[in-house]
């Protein structure tokens, strides 16, 4: 059995900014943070460390990992895996999907 996703206009790509490659926005009323990827990808994950409570969008980018701005703990940002430590509980992630320049993000976690 297959679930409609309930898919949500979440920014456009030239919202993300170009310096960090990550953007804040608000998805059902939750704190989600966009990423843009050296490959061009779309990925979102929840926007609070699950260690710090610090905003990911705040944070640094390196090889497919957002380092968290305030203990520089790291997720990898397409699964929400906490890699490195102080980080231990994973991040929420959401489906993302690309449409022209409008960026959806589905209303649930996956």
Known sequence: MTTELNWILAA?????????NTLRVVVNGEAVCLYQLE????????DR???GNA????????DG???CPLHQ???DIRTGKARTAPC???LKTYAVKVEGEAIY???DAA
Not at 12 to 20: F, K, N, R, V, Y
Not at 39 to 46: I, P, R
Not at 55 to 62: F, K, R
């Open 12 to 20: 456009q790509t030239g919202d993300i900014s170009p310096d960090t």
């Open 39 to 46: 490959d061009g990808s779309v990925h979102a994950t929840q």
């Open 49 to 51: 460390c699950t260690h």
């Open 55 to 62: 905003s990911l969008a705040d944070g640094y980018i390196e």
């Open 65 to 67: 990992l957002i380092e």
């Open 73 to 75: 703990g790291c997720f």
């Open 88 to 90: 231990t509980v994973d």
């Open 105 to 107: 993000v589905a209303g």
